[in-house]
């Protein structure tokens, strides 16, 4: 799977869109763009994941440039609940490699 | 809709044990995977049950094993416990055979703090 970078991390106003960017320069044809979060002390959350379209659900919306080397995760009216550690993860979508890999990932802190 | 249920939410057990965590999938889901978390760092694929069997692990010693039962869910057990196995076991489950086939995404649940003394 390819190496994702992102910010270790960033500050966001309560009530503004929080914009994550990830880098994921290495990535092929059939790997997939996946996020999640983990709230402190709590089991990641499945936020997004997307291909090459610009994705939208109602957490996030996910947008990934045309050659597909880097994406932004955009949460478009942040609250304080949304303080945590975000992960950008990429991987193939169906293969016999099952595991997740994550990275550091970014921590955001919402502030009122 | 349950969603994924691990116990017991928090153990201490001392060097040299042995330890089995338990985790319950999501309804519908019929894959598990278990990941380790050490303090301030992201979690670590230990490995992951599909069908009864392990079918892909992580870089983990042999003390480290699981189960998945006909129900689905799964156990993981570690031997002759470290010190630094302290960690958050997280579960995580996942379809393998919805439509079109293939692997989704993963639903974790909220994890098993361990503790060695």
């Known amino acids: 799977d390819a190496k994702t970078t992102q910010p270790t991390s960033m500050d966001c106003a309560e009530g503004r869109a929080a914009n994550l960017p990830c880098n994921h320069s290495?990535?092929?044809?059939?790997?997939?763009v996946y996020w999640y979060r983990q709230i402190h002390s709590q089991g990641p959350q499945y936020i997004i994941h997307g291909l090459k379209n610009n994705e939208t659900n109602e957490m996030a919306s996910l947008i990934i440039t045309e050659d597909r080397k880097s994406s932004t995760l955009i949460l478009p009216h942040a609250t304080l609940r949304d303080t945590a550690v975000y992960y950008c993860i990429v991987r193939v979508g169906r293969s016999n490699d099952y595991k997740l890999s994550f990275g550091a990932g970014t921590t955001v802190t919402v502030r009122a | 809709d349950a969603g994924v249920t691990q116990s017991p939410t928090h153990l201490i057990k001392t060097r040299g044990q042995q330890v089995t965590l338990r985790c319950s999938p999501k309804s519908g889901h019929d894959t598990v995977s278990w990941y380790q978390q050490a303090l301030g760092q992201g979690p670590q694929f230990i490995f992951q049950?599909?069908?009864?069997?392990?079918?892909q692990r992580g870089n983990f010693p042999d003390r480290f094993s699981g189960h998945q039962f006909p129900n689905y869910s799964s156990e993981l057990n570690v031997n002759a416990l470290l010190l630094g196995d302290s960690a958050l076991y997280l579960c995580?489950?996942?379809?393998?055979?919805?439509?079109?086939?293939?692997?989704?995404?993963?639903?974790f649940g909220p994890g098993t703090r361990l503790t060695v003394t």
């Open positions: 049950y599909y069908e009864e069997e392990e079918r």
């Open positions: 995580a489950s996942s379809l393998t055979h919805g439509p079109g086939g293939g692997t989704y995404e993963q639903y």
């Open positions: 290495t990535i092929s044809g059939n790997e997939y």
